[in-house]
């Protein structure tokens, strides 16, 4: 695989990866394109999720510094006694919200048995997911109040929000930001706010996942049995840190001013296209 072709991934996946049109189907599809699969497709996808992360950690800085401290007020709660910050409730949620979608991650790496891990890999499976959690998208986007800021925010709501992306984690094409999004718009919670949450709770997941993609390339360099190295991996991350803030930033903007509509469209328009044309496609 070329330098450019890297250069092209990774840029999809930093632009895809905050909006909720499934940063991981899109990355599958160009992958095999280009003939990364299996492992090394994931790795890819995997270091990319640094970049992607380092973006969202600057974009939302002020509310990551607020969740650490929180967090460290939070630990020293059965000491204190004290009532619970805003950045104390925000580190709570963030941690209520990780567990489920964790364990599922690894199981599907660890456990799943490979024919498994290809049919939900295969554009089928891409497509389906594409379109049935866009429809889903916009029914929670639109009907209901939608009201909710963070000050809201229950630790079960962060527990079900955060579930769903276990359901991402196995399945492309249903989009980790995308099914956030749509249970905290489900629980009426505003569209700038489901989007915000939906971004920070990921933060656990994509270091997981970096870390992951890091430990993959190091290993495959000592071993000289991997399509990239390790340097190509940090070029990979730098190039979806940029596209990210970016699509950050684009994505904040947009919500303040319309609803999620533009990317329903959009998945549905995919979805119907990997159908009509999956005869052609490389993908298994």
Same mark, same amino acid.
């Given at each position: 695989m070329s330098l450019f072709q890297l250069f092209i991934i990774a840029a999809i996946q930093g632009v895809t990866e905050w909006l909720p049109i499934s940063s991981s189907a899109h990355v599958l599809l160009l992958s095999d394109t280009f003939g990364a699969v299996g492992r090394d497709e994931l790795l890819i996808n995997a270091v990319s999720n640094l970049g992607t992360l380092a973006a969202m950690l600057l974009y939302f800085r002020k509310d990551v510094a607020s969740a650490l401290v929180g967090g460290v007020e939070l630990a020293m709660v059965p000491v204190t006694k004290k009532a619970l910050s805003p950045g104390a409730r925000l580190a709570a949620c963030v941690i209520v919200a990780t567990p489920i979608a964790l364990v599922a991650a690894i199981v599907y790496e660890a456990l799943l048995p490979p024919g498994a891990q290809d049919a939900l890999r295969s554009v089928q499976t891409v497509a389906g997911a594409t379109i049935v959690f866009g429809i889903l998208l916009w029914i929670a986007d639109v009907y209901g109040p939608r009201t909710r800021k963070e000050?809201?925010?229950?630790?079960?709501?962060?527990?079900? *929000?955060?579930? =769903?992306? !276990?359901? $991402?984690?196995?399945?492309?094409? #249903?989009?980790?930001?995308? *099914?956030?999004? =749509?249970? !905290?718009? $489900?629980?009426?919670?505003?569209? #700038?706010?489901?989007?915000?949450?939906?971004?920070l709770i990921g933060a656990p997941i994509l270091a997981a996942a970096g870390l992951y993609g890091a430990y993959g390339l190091l290993e495959a360099d000592a071993n000289g049995d991997n399509l990239l190295s390790f340097q190509d991996g940090m070029v990979v991350a730098l190039v979806a840190f940029i596209t990210g803030l970016a699509s950050i930033w684009g994505l904040m903007a947009l919500l303040k001013r319309m609803s999620f509509l533009p990317f329903v469209i959009y998945r549905l328009i995919l979805g119907v296209a990997l159908f009509v044309f999956m005869p052609f496609l490389a993908v298994s």
């Amino acid at each position: 695989m070329s330098l450019f072709q890297l250069f092209i991934i990774a840029a999809i996946q930093g632009v895809t990866e905050w909006l909720p049109i499934s940063s991981s189907a899109h990355v599958l599809l160009l992958s095999d394109t280009f003939g990364a699969v299996g492992r090394d497709e994931l790795l890819i996808n995997a270091v990319s999720n640094l970049g992607t992360l380092a973006a969202m950690l600057l974009y939302f800085r002020k509310d990551v510094a607020s969740a650490l401290v929180g967090g460290v007020e939070l630990a020293m709660v059965p000491v204190t006694k004290k009532a619970l910050s805003p950045g104390a409730r925000l580190a709570a949620c963030v941690i209520v919200a990780t567990p489920i979608a964790l364990v599922a991650a690894i199981v599907y790496e660890a456990l799943l048995p490979p024919g498994a891990q290809d049919a939900l890999r295969s554009v089928q499976t891409v497509a389906g997911a594409t379109i049935v959690f866009g429809i889903l998208l916009w029914i929670a986007d639109v009907y209901g109040p939608r009201t909710r800021k963070e000050e809201d925010m229950t630790l079960l709501h962060a527990l079900m *929000i955060g579930a =769903t992306q !276990a359901v $991402a984690a196995i399945i492309p094409g #249903t989009s980790r930001s995308g *099914i956030t999004m =749509t249970a !905290a718009r $489900a629980l009426g919670y505003d569209r #700038t706010e489901a989007a915000r949450f939906s971004m920070l709770i990921g933060a656990p997941i994509l270091a997981a996942a970096g870390l992951y993609g890091a430990y993959g390339l190091l290993e495959a360099d000592a071993n000289g049995d991997n399509l990239l190295s390790f340097q190509d991996g940090m070029v990979v991350a730098l190039v979806a840190f940029i596209t990210g803030l970016a699509s950050i930033w684009g994505l904040m903007a947009l919500l303040k001013r319309m609803s999620f509509l533009p990317f329903v469209i959009y998945r549905l328009i995919l979805g119907v296209a990997l159908f009509v044309f999956m005869p052609f496609l490389a993908v298994s």
